[in-house]
């Protein structure tokens, strides 16, 4: 059974500072990795998809990386701004019709 | 671009009532899941569509069910409701191309609320 652990769970920084987020999965027979954004009470907004393929995607001040070997996937933000708020998710495809496993999520507070 | 609908966006109920989740996929898509976010928690897969065929099951209760129409849409019934059914119920579907990697566009979310 694959199983998604994001750490740190909650992360505050100072407006302005690179942070990264870090995401790990059991199973590293994926199809592929996302990461999503959720504020509260809404519904989740897709940030970034990489492929089993891939090792990297980049969307403006976003940039995530996949070790699909060491099952680990990581989501860098530069220049953080309090409007990146919110809890970010990471979720995993698996399994002959790929349902999504998700991450437990970090919570990110960027102070102004 | 057209996304995932869901409707309602949201509904409350009360205990040992039924509810019926709605959902209509990107236009061509084929697959359609389900997921139920409880407050404080990742989303849980609950079930899927492929063709209008089950293809995947996850922690779905007996009191649900769910079926794929024949314009793709799809419907979670929800029966003899409990407190802890509150949650956010998504929906999202994909295209599953040759090859077999496909990518999850999810819906809004329904927010269902039982008193």
């Known amino acids: 059974k694959q199983e998604v652990t994001q750490i740190p769970a909650a992360l505050s920084v100072p407006e302005g500072e690179n942070l990264v987020l870090n995401c790990s999965f059991t199973d590293s027979a994926i199809y592929n990795l996302q990461w999503f954004r959720q504020d509260p009470g809404k519904g989740l907004t897709s940030l970034l998809l990489i492929q089993s393929s891939q090792r990297e995607q980049t969307s403006g001040r976003l940039n995530a990386s996949l070790d699909k070997s060491s099952g680990r996937s990581t989501l860098y933000i530069a220049a953080s701004q309090p409007g990146d708020s919110a809890t970010y998710l990471c979720?995993?495809?698996?399994?002959?019709?790929?349902?999504?496993?998700f991450g437990t999520g970090t919570k990110l507070q960027v102070i102004p | 671009a057209a996304g995932v609908i869901q409707s309602p966006r949201h509904l409350i109920k009360e205990k040992r009532e039924t509810a019926t989740l709605k959902c209509y996929p990107i236009?061509?898509?084929?697959?359609v899941y389900w997921y139920q976010q409880g407050p404080g928690q990742d989303p849980q897969f609950l079930i899927s569509f492929y063709e209008k065929m089950q293809s995947d099951k996850g922690s779905i209760p007996d009191r649900f069910s769910a079926q794929q129409f024949s314009d793709y849409h799809s419907e979670l019934n929800m029966s003899s409701l409990e407190l802890g059914d509150s949650a956010l119920y998504f929906c999202a579907s994909s295209l599953v191309e040759a090859g077999g990697t496909d990518t999850q566009y999810f819906g809004p979310g329904t927010r269902l609320t039982v008193l």
């Open positions: 236009p061509r898509h084929d697959t």
């Open positions: 979720a995993v495809s698996t399994g002959g019709y790929q349902k999504v496993t």
